[in-house]
């Protein structure tokens, strides 16, 4: 009996956490990620651990989807005011050909100077595209070519644990406390 009350207890103690983007957590994809960085470092999720990250698969020649999530997630860091270090915004390229290193910095600086880029090769980007389930192919227009891709944004919490999906509608606002909430529940845990 005195077993079944302690259960009982410690769960009316666990922390409910609502959040309002699409909570995935337990998510048995995206996991982890091993891309370079523009100055040619390896990075993994592991880099980030301690902070929220929000990672966003795209194109440095995207005509409007790609900038409008990051134009979001520059918001979102404006929104978080002093906890703004505490967000890690990344955008992985699916379109290693064009999207150069210094291409790729350059983007992603236009948006937020605390923002990384990352890429990899053709064949490693497919594994990791395939690892997060995001669509990409190449579209030809005329003498060159556009690229067809998932519009979601992935957020990790502290301590990279896939939570949350951000699909593209979803205001600057709603991200912004979802990330503060993370923050928060991170910050409570012993």
């Known amino acids: 009996m005195g077993l079944f009350i302690a259960m009982a207890l410690s769960a009316c103690n666990k922390e409910t956490v609502s959040f309002r983007n699409t909570d995935i957590t337990g998510a048995n994809f995206g ?24 990672m966003f698969f795209g194109f440095t020649q995207c005509p409007d989807i790609c900038p409008t999530a990051l134009s979001r997630a520059a918001q979102v860091r404006q929104l978080l005011g002093d906890d703004a270090d505490r967000l890690q915004v990344i955008f992985v390229s699916v379109d290693p050909e064009r999207d150069l290193p210094g291409v790729l ?11 990384l880029g990352l890429y990899t090769s053709l064949e490693e980007t497919r594994k990791v595209a395939d690892e997060f389930r995001v669509f990409y192919r190449k579209v030809p227009t005329g003498g060159s070519y556009s690229m067809d891709h998932t519009a979601t944004s992935y957020v990790f919490d502290p301590a990279g644990r896939l939570r949350l999906a951000v699909s593209y509608q979803s205001t600057a606002e709603s991200v912004a406390a979802d990330v503060q909430t993370l923050i928060q529940t991170a910050s409570s845990r012993p």
Not at 37 to 43: I, K
């Open 31 to 54: 996991h982890d990620f091993s891309l370079l960085d523009p100055d040619g470092a390896t990075r993994s999720l592991a880099d980030f651990r301690g902070k929220v990250v929000m």
């Open 105 to 115: 910095k350059a983007y992603t600086a236009a948006f937020d100077p605390d923002f």
